[in-house]
């Protein structure tokens, strides 16, 4: 009876490693989760002004799609988010201007909208990123 409880175990949790090994060829189920809530706090707080595909508006608010800025400067950008901004950047070749407001999330909403942006519409970051990372970043 042991042996056959003890087989039974282990085949559930071979299936189980199996499961969790197909998902996670897939996509980490942890940063699938975090962009799923950034994706409702994006439509939220952030497609008034960078539109839906991420596309942004014209010389006014850059993209975020295919953004060099937000792809190379991972850190500035979490600074923006979590402080707003207002600097001449360029994104792409093209400078702009305008301010963006605070958006006055908590740090966790900014680490899951930017797994989101980071990506969604093409975009595609390696690291996950964490709450504690968003803690980390002060501002200038
Ligand atoms: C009121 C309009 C507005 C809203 C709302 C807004 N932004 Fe922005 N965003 C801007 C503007 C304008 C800039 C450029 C700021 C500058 O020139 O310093 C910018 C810049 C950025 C950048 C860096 C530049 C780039 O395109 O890579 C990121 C990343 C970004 N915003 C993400 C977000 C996220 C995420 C949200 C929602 C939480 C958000 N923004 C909400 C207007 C906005």
Redo the contacts with the bound molecule.
């Keep these: 009876m042991k042996i056959f409880l003890l087989s039974i175990l282990t085949s559930i949790f071979a299936l189980s490693f199996f499961l969790f090994q197909d998902k996670n060829d897939y996509q980490d189920p942890k940063l699938v989760e975090s962009m799923e809530r950034g994706s409702e706090?994006?439509s939220d707080?952030?497609v008034?002004?960078?539109l839906p595909n991420g596309e942004?508006a014209g010389g006014?608010?850059?993209?975020?799609a295919g953004?060099d800025?937000?792809m190379e400067n991972r850190e500035a950008?979490i600074r923006?988010?979590k402080y707003g901004?207002?600097?001449?950047?360029v994104?792409n070749g093209e400078t702009?201007?305008?301010?963006?407001?605070n958006?006055r999330?908590e740090d966790e909403e900014i680490a899951d909208?930017m797994n989101y942006?980071l990506n969604s519409w093409g975009n595609a970051s390696e690291d996950i990123v964490t709450l504690e990372e968003v803690e980390g970043i002060t501002e200038e």
């Design positions: 706090i994006y707080f952030c008034t002004c960078h942004g006014t608010f850059p993209p975020l953004a800025y937000l950008s923006g988010v901004q207002q600097q001449e950047i994104v702009y201007t305008t301010a963006m407001p958006p999330l909208v942006i």
